[in-house]
């Protein structure tokens, strides 16, 4: 599309929004699009280099008011590394609910105040997790996603309270499933869906890796940034015909005047096994 368009990715976690989507929203950054990100969650109990990793073999955990000073503080310091992440891919618009993070859950109130945001934000497209990830019961990144389903439902509609108009989102685009995870549970019996939608984030790769690098505390910097590029989005990537990919689920069937059919899939389809898998063989740099 010539028109420019807005896109709202929500993650979960802190991490999420450039884990699963860093690339794409990178892309339609320098397309002209406006582009934001919302975060549910403080993310200090998970993968906190201090709360979840110094603590797990401590004695003793401080008591209720010192541990949860101490989980602001922790959760201030993701929320710049959010801020510098963002910064890296271009995203200057970033709002943080700061929902604790023990058991997230899908609330009425949660699910106003996102649908409000939603109203203001006008998003053309939103991006966001799977909302039947892992279990779909106490997977946090599959309830963040309930909760963005009936957030874009009730912004729909009016809401007392809420002066914005309703609004209604065109696209959405679920974090895709699948790539470096091995089915391994009883939960992962469950399909009929699949990743339709491709993103070749290979000319951004090294930005998002940046973008990753920038989350310390979670652990995702260095080496496991690396890793995970390489297994999830190389997977991504394999599956796409490019050597690295961000996939999607996409929500809804969609109507065209004529049938779809993009440049990328045209010229995959006019390039040999060779060109194609020198194409597949490009390889993010680790020093």
Known sequence: MSEKLRLLSIGAHPADIFDQSGGTMAHHVARGDWVGCVVLTHGARVHDKVISD?????DEIPEGEKLEKLMQERADVKADEVRRACGILGVEDLYFFGADDAVLLVTEAIVRRLAKLLRELKPDIVLTHFPKEGDGLSNPHAVCGQIATAAMSLAAAV??????????????FYFGTGAAAVPNSVWDSEGGYYNDVFVDITDVVEKKLASLDCLESQGYGGAYARKRIETSDGAFGLAGGCAYAEGFIKAQAETHYH??????ALNRARASDHEQIEVQSYKIRTD
Do not use: C
């Not at 110094?54 to 401590?58: G, K, P, T």
């Not at 049938?259 to 990328?264: F, K, Q, V």
């Open 54 to 58: 110094e603590m797990f073999h401590s």
């Open 159 to 172: 809401d007392p309270g809420d002066s914005h108009p309703p609004h209604k989102v065109a696209q959405v």
């Open 259 to 264: 049938l779809p059919l993009t440049e990328y």
